[in-house]
Nanobody, 124 residues
Framework: QVQLVESGGGLVQAGGSLRLSCAASGRTVSNYAMAWFRQAPGKERQIVAAISWSGGNTYYADSVKGRFTISRDNAKNTAYLQMNSLKPEDTAVYYC?????????????????WGRGTQVTVSS
């Protein structure tokens, strides 16, 4: 079993930055793709970004390209999401997920492992 715990959410003004972290425990996730999803009130959960087990391949939703960067440190069993130029429409609960698949597939399948989420609120 893999346990995922997100941190780093909070309240920020539009144009600001936040860095989310996703710490994995239970087993190493060095051979798992990892991803960040988000869910805004009244909306479906959507994928934001994904990264392959090696970090060599990434995927970004069009809405965050050029503003968000996903990365990972397998030695620390942790993934990150650097969010810059934040907009009010980025407000959501952000979830970390992991699965033994490709970065691109993380947006298609239902990942096996999920964190509980961290709230990100961007004020205008």
């Amino acid at each position: 079993q893999v346990q995922l715990v997100e941190s780093g959410g909070g309240l920020v003004q539009a144009g600001g930055s936040l860095r989310l972290s996703c710490a994995a425990s239970g087993r190493t996730v060095s051979n798992y793709a990892m991803a960040w999803f988000r869910q805004a009130p009244g909306k479906e959960r959507q994928i934001v970004a994904a990264i392959s087990w090696s970090g060599g391949n990434t995927y970004y939703a069009d809405s965050v390209k050029g503003r968000f960067t996903i990365s990972r440190d397998n030695a620390k069993n942790t993934a990150y999401l650097q969010m810059n130029s934040l907009k009010p429409e980025d407000t959501a609960v952000y979830y970390c997920a992991a699965d033994r698949t490709t970065a691109q597939a993380m947006g298609v399948i239902m990942p096996d492992y999920w964190g509980r989420g961290t709230q990100v609120t961007v004020s205008s």
